[in-house]
């Protein structure tokens, strides 16, 4: 590499250290943004307020209550009616009713069917979904009822389901695309907005090299960004295992980067001010951190998106990146992904330098 | 108030609007925000890819294959292969749920004698785990109460009677929309109005404002009321969105939700406005409104969580941002009904125009007739 | 009592006076007018008189008294502010039409006849009737600045501020801008304060204010102005001592000298001021290059270049030659294509026909010019620096672009960091210096390569009078010791004096080509450059 590469790449780096707003977005992004989406976005139920309407004795029912513990339930609060029961949940205070009529423990006791009414506010599908199943295995325990088999589940990779470790690492990968694409595009944006553009072109240098030089030092600003949001949050904070290779989650890592620079790239070209930049950025990374399978697997996605989804490069990135996590799967195995990205990535770096190209 | 004044502002920015082609984000962000998210987030599982080895090949055990492979939640398929294999082809990601059944099921079973049943989920992604836990538990057992009753009658058994209220099939669009539209209105016209003071702050058109006779208020009216007239078009897309589109439906008073809407859209272009107001540069407004707008947005939109099942900070940060307002009434006009029977409704419906009034107020406040 | 009277005005930001104590009086009908360096508090106590910064003092208008922003509230239908900055106050996407409807209904105008035919006058008078739907954003600099002045006209101000109104703009359009300004001055009674880098101008105006650091350190009439710096103004004449500075013909000194005396102008001002307070202005001093390139004989040929931007023919068919170790200025109105032109030149935009050869090379392709860059410096028109780079980073990286070797590069920027004067501030970010610096230090990195031609995009615009005094010092400097080419344009036509040849543009052609004296000849009338420009654009059109 030659010392005009260094000078560009060097120049870039420090004007990046002396723009304390990119600094900032940069550290904001890579640390509490990615700290907000661990601690905040639970989906797993947690609090579930939970009221009931007991007209027995109190004897079962008090037994199965006692079963709905924190930190997944609130203590159960008691309505004196049916009909307050349910103002509280049209009122959304209340998420699962659970209603002890006067037949039920006689049923119970009798050794007939006893039923208990659950009105579920399924407005909030999932909790309420998740709650169902929480009783059911709790009733189950007291029918007294001796099934011939039993379930030994095991969660791979992750045995407590701990959530904040996956959310966290989903919006570090989401975070990377973002920003990738952000730096890169200001990068060449802002010679355009401060008039230095043409004093560039006017430089006895290929524009090929500075280009390079260019986007490549943005990676550089991203992977330091990574080694930072993975030491203080993912490892620190949220204690995310790490079952395969940490190095080629940073291998896949830095082509994924270097690939989606391309996208900034493309950006760059076509916006003329730092404003035009966020517009366009935001409206052409959204469909593809959402065709990704960040939020949803591929396979669970519409028809229509799926077929979408093999075009988005973050989908193989996100991938990859569970599975050296938390499914620890062999660099063998890692190939669809590292191709994934690597087919794509260069693909739409391809394109992005052309058109940015295309400005020199 | 001179109207004549502020009617050729309005009509400038309106101009402007055009003109920068700004307008295009109007409309196409809301829309692409719900479509992207509406068919992007499915909390419940199907399809999981389901591995059954079944070692016992007997009547039993085919029972229970075929309760696998005829439920929309999974997608099974019965294979003789190891178990390392299986485990192995999990490690690639190309199977969800292992299911073994063991070798002497059929003869256990009838000999009242239980056996295990091994169970192995992928819980890369947790939440997923959990929800597929619960379906693959609730397979097994049905069947198994389905066994046992046929080998003979059980005592004092508890069925569970549960009525989904409000969205009886349990549908992540109807669960979902709502509260995305509550994101979508908060968002949408933030990022707009916070570039509509700085804009002319950073080109040097404000001194137009500056050196006029124009008052504070007559301004922000002219710049509020043309972008308050474009989102309110964005009320009617997206509810048409909503129940065309994603088929949710709507059972409460259109009027409520038209209203509510109108509401809400000025609290959030005040909130635009007040970022606008504060700011010296576009690129900043616009970054400040994001992370105001829409980590909030999210998580108290009750799409992810609902707010009884808050505590403590987040608790208080929910009843601070007004999203929460919103989407209650939201719910309600859509799956609920209730409308103004009920007083919560009332109440919030009351705090909106309030949270308006304040935020108007502090913009108006805020916003300095000179230079900084 | 005065119709305007400013006491004691003080306007701070955070912990800088930028303008302290100013205090002055105007009468109904007078143009005051506000000179000094940028920075010196001009433009701060504008902003107090129109009411749209907070300052400390009082200012009083018809009678009515303010000391806040918002006191003067009830004034600003009286009161038009043109801040400084071409186009600042103008919307883009609007058209002129509706730039005119805007600004009269936010000004509450009662669009009756005698509106409309008040402002069919002031599109005449701009010369926009022709543009009325046109862009804002799509008019040239000088146009921008005319709509910009009728929009602050448009509600019969009576006390109209205007900050630098004509900075960028032609030496046409200025006079037309003048002449509005006049003109409405002495029919509605207006008082206008007004302030200019053009010392011309300022000779018009009744009264001046000059400014220095944050002060008014004199006002008076022009001629008293004039007559106060006499003693110290000599024909051009050696002089030893360090304080005296001598610059187009003229030698300032504060001892006596055994020269005669001369008749001073008003740039006399800001150099007497300034060897006054002791300022040492450097006596610039440029060596000979290090590499011995041969400067060609003809360094550049453009044989009918032409440039078209969608049915606008911005160059037609423009044809010159750049000799060895000339310095050519480039003149015209604005838009008249000059910029496009140089663009042209260096390959900014693609040539939509014609030839052209740099060097003795015909240029085709990107490819030829790939060579020729280490023997081309530009500096563009707004001294195209990175902010975020000390001084002294940014030459260092212009060196590595060039591939200099880093010990030459070293002693060449300290070299010319004495040489043109601003070794002080090598370690200062551009944006904290003054405007003059920032063109010097733009000029030392275009010539970090030692380039053989020099292509400099209105590098005086906005940089006060010392400033551009010794930035030509420096161009001569150049050309003297270094001997190579030089291609200028600048909107100051005292300027064109200091070049061996003028190329005159308009409308995109080239009218005239030669040398100042032969077009001095050919115009005898005509007491400086800034005449003949003027005959030459009214004459053939």
Redesign the interface.
Same mark, same amino acid.
């Given at each position: 590499m030659n010392r005009v590469f260094w000078a560009i790449l060097g120049k870039e780096l420090l004007a990046f250290l002396r723009s304390a707003g990119l600094v900032a977005m940069v550290l904001y992004s890579f640390t509490i943004d990615i700290y907000i989406a661990g601690e905040g976005i639970q989906i797993k139920p947690r609090n579930v307020h939970i009221g009931y309407v007991d007209e027995t004795g109190g004897g079962i029912s008090q037994k199965i209550l006692t079963h709905l513990h924190t930190p997944e339930f609130l203590p159960p609060k008691r309505y004196r009616s049916q009909k307050e029961l349910s103002r509280s949940i049209f009122n959304k205070e209340t998420l699962v009713g659970l209603v002890f009529d006067r037949e039920f423990e006689k049923d119970f006791r009798q050794g007939k069917k006893a039923q208990l009414n659950v009105l579920l506010d399924a407005t909030a599908a999932s909790q309420s979904f998740t709650t169902l199943g929480y009783l059911q295995n709790i009733v189950l325990d007291f029918s007294e009822l001796d099934l011939p088999v039993a379930i030994k589940t095991h969660k791979l990779f992750n045995e407590n389901a701990d959530n904040k470790s996956f959310m966290a690492l989903t919006e570090l990968l989401s975070v990377i695309t973002l920003l990738i694409v952000i730096l890169t595009a200001v990068v060449f944006v802002k010679e355009k907005e401060e008039g230095t553009w043409e004093i560039m072109l006017l430089m006895p240098v290929d524009p090929r090299l500075i280009i390079l030089a260019k986007s490549l030092s943005q990676v550089f600003i991203v992977m330091a960004g990574v080694v930072l949001a993975l030491g203080f949050v993912v490892f620190g904070a949220f204690h995310a295992p790490m079952n395969g290779s940490f190095w080629a989650f940073m291998l896949l890592t830095f082509l994924y980067s270097f690939s989606s620079a391309g996208i900034g790239l493309f950006v760059a070209a076509v916006s003329n001010s730092v404003l035009q930049v966020a517009q366009f950025s935001i409206i052409i990374m959204m469909p593809l951190i959402f065709l990704s399978g960040a939020w949803t697997p591929v396979y669970a996605m519409h028809p229509v998106l799926q077929v979408l989804s093999f075009f988005s490069p973050l989908r193989y990135y996100i991938e990859g990146s569970e599975s050296i996590f938390y499914r620890g799967t062999e660099w063998i195995d890692l190939w669809p992904y590292f191709s994934g990205v690597m087919l794509l990535g260069a693909l739409l770096y391809w394109y992005g330098f052309r058109k940015i190209g295309k400005l020199f | 108030m001179k109207l004549g004044v502020v009617k050729a502002y309005m009509l400038k920015e309106l101009t402007e609007l055009l003109r920068t082609r700004l307008i295009v984000m109007v409309y196409l962000m809301p829309s692409m925000i719900l479509i992207l998210f509406g068919y992007g987030i499915r909390m419940d599982v199907s399809h999981a890819r389901t591995l059954i080895i079944d070692n016992d090949q007997s009547k039993y055990s085919r029972a229970l294959t075929s309760k696998f492979e005829h439920s929309r939640y999974f997608d099974a398929t019965v294979t003789q292969m190891s178990e390392k294999e299986a485990l192995h082809r999990i490690k690639q990601a190309t199977t969800d749920i292992i299911v073994i059944i063991p070798s002497s099921f059929q003869k256990r079973l009838l000999h009242g004698q239980k056996s295990e049943i091994g169970v192995f989920v992928d819980a890369a992604f947790p939440t997923r785990a959990t929800t597929m836990e619960s379906y693959v538990q609730g397979v097994i057992l049905n069947a198994a109460q389905e066994a046992t009753q046929n080998l003979g009658t059980p005592k004092g058994l508890i069925i569970i009677n549960n009525r989904n209220l409000f969205n009886q099939a349990m549908r992540d669009e109807d669960a979902i929309v709502p509260g995305l539209i509550g994101l979508v209105l908060l968002v949408a016209p933030a990022i707009l109005a916070a570039l509509l003071i700085v804009k002319e702050k950073e080109n040097g058109t404000i001194f137009n404002f500056y050196a006029s006779a124009l008052s504070k208020r007559e301004f922000l009216a002219a710049k509020l009321i043309p972008v308050f007239l474009l989102h309110s078009v964005n009320i009617f897309i997206l509810f048409l969105m909503a129940t065309k589109l994603f088929d949710v439906p709507f059972r409460g008073s259109f009027t409520l939700y038209w209203l509510t809407s109108e509401l809400y859209i000025l609290i959030s272009l005040s909130i635009g406005m007040l970022i606008s107001v504060v700011t010296k540069r576009q690129i900043v407004a616009v970054v400040l409104t994001v992370i105001i707008t829409i980590i909030p947005g999210f998580l108290y939109s009750g799409i992810l969580m609902p707010i009884s099942s808050m505590v403590g900070e987040s608790y208080i940060e929910a009843h601070m941002f007004p999203v929460m307002y919103y989407t209650h009434i939201l719910y309600d006009t859509f799956l609920i009904g209730e409308g103004l029977a009920s007083a919560k409704t009332q109440l919030y419906l009351l705090i909106l125009v309030f949270y308006a009034l304040g935020m108007l107020s502090l913009g108006t406040l805020f916003l300095k007739k000179e230079l900084k | 009592m005065a119709d305007l009277e400013v006491h004691n005005v003080t306007v701070s930001y955070k912990k800088k006076v930028a303008i302290k104590d100013a205090s002055l009086k105007a009468n109904a009908g007078e143009i005051i007018g506000l000179i000094g360096a940028d920075g010196s508090g001009k433009s701060s106590l504008m902003?107090a008189i129109? %009411? @749209? &910064?907070?300052f400390e003092g009082e200012v009083c208008y018809g009678g009515v008294s303010y000391r806040s922003? !918002?006191e003067a509230?009830q004034l600003?239908?009286d009161? %038009?502010?043109m801040?400084q %900055?071409i186009g600042? @106050?103008?919307?883009d &996407? #609007?058209t002129v039409a509706?730039h005119l +409807?805007? $600004?009269a +209904?936010?000004?509450?105008i009662q669009k009756n006849e005698a509106f409309k035919t008040y402002r069919q006058k002031l599109l005449h008078m701009a010369g926009l009737t022709e543009f009325t739907n046109r /862009?804002a954003g799509k008019l040239s600099g000088g146009m921008m600045q005319k709509l910009s002045l009728i929009c602050a006209l448009l509600h019969r101000p009576k006390l109209l501020i205007l900050d630098e109104p004509t900075t960028g703009v032609d030496p046409l359009s200025r006079m037309e801008l003048w002449e509005i300004l006049d003109g409405i001055c002495k029919s509605e009674g207006t008082i206008a304060l007004v302030s200019t880098a053009y010392m011309q101008e300022a000779a018009k105006m009744a009264r001046v204010l000059l400014f220095d650091e944050g002060e008014i350190i004199a006002s008076d009439t022009v001629k008293a102005l004039i007559d106060s710096v006499g003693n110290y103004t000599y024909e051009q004449t050696a002089c030893e001592n360090e304080r005296c500075f001598s610059f187009d013909e003229h030698t300032y000194s504060l001892e006596p000298l055994h020269a005669p005396h001369t008749e001073p102008t008003l740039e006399a001002l800001f150099f007497v001021n300034a060897l006054q307070k002791g300022q040492t202005l450097p006596h610039i001093e440029i060596e000979a290059r290090e590499s011995q390139d041969e400067v060609p004989q003809v360094v550049m040929e453009a044989k009918g270049l032409t440039k078209i931007f969608g049915d606008f023919v911005a160059n037609d068919h423009v044809s010159m030659n750049l000799h060895g170790g000339e310095i050519v200025g480039l003149l015209g109105a604005n838009g008249a294509g000059k910029t496009t032109f140089i663009?042209m030149l #260096? %390959?900014?935009y693609p040539i939509d026909e014609g030839e052209l050869y740099l060097l003795g090379q015909q240029i085709r392709s990107g490819k030829d010019r /790939? !060579?020729l !860059?280490?023997k081309?410096g530009?500096v563009? /028109?707004?001294f195209?620096?990175? !902010? +975020?780079?000390t001084v002294r980073?940014n030459l260092l990286? $212009?060196a590595?672009?060039?591939?200099i070797a880093v010990t030459t590069a070293l002693s060449r920027i300290n070299r010319y960091a004495k040489e043109l004067g601003f070794e002080d501030y090598m370690d200062y970010f551009p944006h904290e210096l003054p405007l003059g610096i920032n063109q010097r230090f733009s000029v030392a990195a275009a010539m970090l390569h030692e380039p053989v031609v020099l292509f400099l995009d209105e590098p005086t615009s906005g940089v006060d009078t010392i400033a551009r005094a010794q930035f030509w010092q420096i161009l001569q400097g150049i050309k003297k010791k270094w001997g190579i080419s030089i291609l200028i344009t600048t909107h100051y036509m005292s300027e064109a004096e200091y070049c061996d040849r003028v190329v005159l543009m308009k409308e995109g052609r080239k009218i005239a080509d030669d040398s100042v004296k032969v077009l001095h000849a050919a115009h005898p009338d005509a007491k400086n450059f800034e005449e003949i420009f003027l005959e030459y654009y009214r004459s053939k059109r």
């Open positions: - | - | 902003h129109a %009411g @749209v &910064t907070r922003p !918002k509230e600003k239908s009161i %038009g502010l801040p %900055g600042l @106050v103008l919307y &996407t #609007l509706e +409807d805007f $600004f +209904d936010i000004r509450n /862009q663009k #260096l %390959g900014l /790939q !060579k !860059k280490s081309i530009y563009s /028109q707004h195209a620096l990175y !902010k +975020d780079m980073e990286y $212009f590595n672009m060039h591939r």
